[in-house]
């Protein structure tokens, strides 16, 4: 069972330059997120998702756009990069069953993100 | 706006020493607090306290949740070099579906 996995791992940009960062899931889970963290800062929540075709922004969405065509991919892009995105990317996944129930978030390893 | 704050934000000790690790939190709809674990990589699930269930317990790593004090303690005793990392509290409102992370406290420990 992968859980949740992330795609590349390390990556090197030019200003300007364009990429996507695809998340995989596993787990069936119908809610998606990406993050950012940088030192200092802890977890910023960039966009997330509530499920298959739906995206929301998060906290610091400029810059980056997400898309979510199947359940288990998210996938977040970045048109133009800039340094300030220098940055490590996570992706986490959870399920809400119901209005009572809670559970945790499941993280992938991270993307690591230098734009020159 | 809602905002999750953890102290202190980095600490170093020494093996066998005990540390107690703050988070505080001021959001609308409160449901429930989580702490997780990060090493080099993802974080990893530690505990979640939620209004049913405000103390955890998992051999020497405990927590407690303060619904009065909007506040919740990690405390590890006997601390390991292993336990050197990021510990991170996280904050989940009803209504939304979204957590809202502290910065972090960075806990290093010495043999």
């Known amino acids: 069972n992968a859980g949740v996995t992330q795609t590349p791992k390390f990556r090197v940009l030019k200003t300007g330059q364009s990429m996507t960062l695809l998340c995989a899931q596993d787990?069936?889970?119908?809610?998606m997120y990406w993050y950012r963290q940088d030192p200092g800062m802890g977890l910023r929540l960039i966009h997330y998702?509530?499920?298959?075709?739906?995206?929301a922004k998060g906290e610091v969405p400029d810059g980056y756009n997400v898309s979510r065509l199947k359940k288990q991919n998210f996938l977040l892009g970045l048109e133009s990069a800039a340094p300030s995105q220098t940055s490590v990317y996570f992706c986490?996944?959870?399920?809400?069953?119901?209005?009572?129930?809670?559970?945790?978030?499941?993280f992938g390893d991270g993307t690591r993100l230098s734009i020159l | 706006e809602d905002k999750v704050v953890q102290s202190p934000l980095s600490l170093v000790v020494h093996e066998g020493d005990t540390v107690t690790l703050n988070c505080s939190y001021e959001?609308?709809?409160?449901?429930?607090l989580l702490w997780y674990k990060q090493e080099k990589k993802a974080p990893t699930f530690l505990f979640m306290l939620t209004s049913s269930g405000i103390e955890k317990k998992s051999g020497r790593l405990s927590s407690i949740l303060d619904k009065k004090e909007l506040s919740s303690i990690l405390n590890i005793t006997a601390t390991q070099t292993g336990d050197s990392a990021i510990y991170l509290c996280?904050?989940?409102?009803?209504?939304?579906?979204?957590?809202?992370f502290g910065t972090g406290t960075r806990l290093k420990v010495l043999a």
């Open positions: 996280a904050v989940s409102t009803s209504g939304t579906y979204k957590y809202i």
């Open positions: 959001v609308t709809n409160f449901r429930s």
């Open positions: 787990m069936n889970h119908e809610y």
């Open positions: 998702s509530v499920g298959e075709g739906t995206t």
């Open positions: 986490a996944s959870t399920t809400w069953r119901d209005r009572a129930s809670n559970q945790p978030q499941h």
